[in-house]
């Protein structure tokens, strides 16, 4: 009998090896549930769990609510732009009012960083980070580690690289976390302007050359750029950003690797950050990542849920 | 703690010869049998029956698997902690089959409740049977029988039978353990 060492999942900076090695383990068997003919179990079957989206998403929604499906929880969502958040309501009052419908969990994304810490502080249930801001997105980097785990065996000594908008993105942080707490070497790069300030202080060294980066990693991790989030220009065009931070097999070819793992968390802007042909390569594990994310979700869903001692 | 032998390496071994011959009588034809062990203490049990069953009917293919009820139990959110599951290995289709499950205690039949459960999500078997090596009558919350038994006791709620395995297969056997309250 085991239970993680947290009642919420808000970051993986809070969360130790062994409860990360847990999750991994649990994932392990709802992997093997997924690909029954039936396939669901009903663990969950009177357990009630809130999808509180503040912010936009499509696949981590659809990942947590088909996870949550498959365990039989009954799910509710909600949208910010639906809601009364419009009308002026803070955050606490709004999910307490969803919990006084005898909610017993909250999946919740939001864009202010923090905001599941402060929730944590005011509301009695398990609160489960979706993404809050440019902070942390956990269950993102679980299920990156675990399929990469699936992929290479064990992390340990791996060298992995971030490309990308690392300062507007939360599944960086959280990916750090995560591998280095497996005990990867993890660094990063992109356009100076696109590296948040201290990067280094968290032992995650900074490259600016992607060439060079990339013969230096056995794994490259490639994120978006996030339009929607750049209040600023942070590079002259994203023709010029391709032609520099682009992963094409030509530049594989050219910094002479041969093997190497290409990871993605979507949505993929074919033929900005990375070409339709690497997309698709032998190399890419992206639509692992896809299947391992509700494997994951049920794992930490069913982790949390199942401690009576924390409920 | 006070501790009695129920059965020893040889009685136990004779059970296991013993059950393998009833469901050797049962069925005959082995093609569309399989047995089903109830993860994680039923697995023991399950491998030596089958070894023996295969022994008995000369067929080297019978269909044996392992199934991890965990996530069927009728207990969770209701203890403390959570119980991590084990491997479910069930590499035959159970549709049509006759599936006999295996565990090693039957007591309140919730297990066996559950395992039904999970076996029913892998298909439409054509029947199943149950067989365990202990049976604890009167101490039954739900209404399961075996088909076939080891050895049946009668114990009180706070004694517990342990059936233990060794690796060499050479000093196996079932015990009972009685807590005293002191």
């Known amino acids: 009998m085991t239970s993680l060492s947290t009642k919420h999942l808000l970051g993986i900076k809070d969360i130790t090896l062994e409860d990360i090695n847990l999750i991994f383990q649990t994932a392990d068997n709802f992997k093997e549930v997924i690909n029954r003919p039936i396939k669901k179990v009903p663990s969950l079957r009177d357990v009630t769990i809130a999808n509180v989206f503040f912010e936009n998403s499509t696949r981590t929604k659809l990942s947590f609510e088909l996870a949550e499906k498959r365990l039989s929880a009954d799910v509710i969502n909600f949208s910010a732009s639906s809601s009364s958040v419009k009308k002026g309501e803070s955050l606490v009052d709004t999910v307490s009012n969803i919990l006084a419908m005898k909610v017993d969990m909250v999946v919740m994304r939001h864009p202010n960083p923090g905001a599941h810490i402060h929730l944590a502080r005011h509301v009695d249930c398990s609160i489960i980070n979706a993404g809050d801001g440019a902070h942390e997105h956990p269950t993102q980097a679980l299920l990156d580690a675990y399929s990469l785990r699936e992929r290479v065996g064990d992390l340990k000594g791996l060298k992995i690289l971030i490309v990308g908008d690392i300062l507007h993105s939360r599944v960086a942080l959280s990916n750090v976390f995560c591998l280095q707490k497996l005990g990867a070497e993890v660094r990063v790069c992109g356009p100076a302007t696109l590296i948040p300030k201290h990067m280094e202080s968290l032992g995650v060294k900074v490259m600016l050359n992607f060439e060079e980066a990339l013969k230096w990693c056995d794994v490259v991790n490639m994120l978006r750029i996030q339009m929607e989030r750049q209040d600023i220009q942070y590079f002259p065009t994203l023709r010029e950003y391709t032609m520099q931070y682009g992963l094409s097999r030509e530049l594989l070819y050219k910094v002479g690797k041969k093997d190497i793992v290409v990871m993605h968390p979507g949505p993929i802007n074919r033929g900005v950050e990375i070409t339709s042909d690497m997309a698709d390569s032998e190399f890419s594990i992206i639509l692992d990542q896809v299947e391992n994310g509700v494997a994951i979700r049920m794992a930490v869903l069913y982790l949390l849920a199942g401690d009576a001692s924390s409920n | ?182």
């Open chain 2, 1 to 182: 703690m006070d501790i009695r032998t129920l059965l020893d390496h040889t009685a136990l071994s004779q059970t296991l010869d013993r059950l393998a011959y009833q469901i050797y009588e049962r069925h005959l034809d082995f093609e569309d049998v399989a047995l089903v062990s109830l993860q994680p203490r039923g697995v023991e049990l399950g491998r030596r029956v089958h070894e023996r069953l295969k022994k008995l009917s000369g067929e080297e293919m019978i269909h044996h698997g392992e199934l991890d009820i965990t996530f069927y139990r009728d207990d969770f959110r209701r203890r403390d902690g959570v119980l991590v599951p084990a491997k479910t290995n069930l590499d035959f289709s159970i549709e049509g089959k006759e599936i006999v499950l295996i565990d090693d205690v039957l007591f309140t039949g919730r297990t066996v409740r559950s395992g039904l459960d999970a076996l029913l999500d892998f298909g439409r078997p054509a029947n199943v049977e149950l067989l365990v090596l202990i049976d604890r009558r009167y101490s039954r919350e739900l209404p399961v029988q075996p088909d076939y038994t080891g050895r049946t006791v009668d114990v009180v709620k706070d004694e517990r039978v342990q059936v233990e395995w060794s690796e060499n297969d050479k000093n196996n056997r079932v015990t009972l353990f009685s807590e005293q309250n002191d």
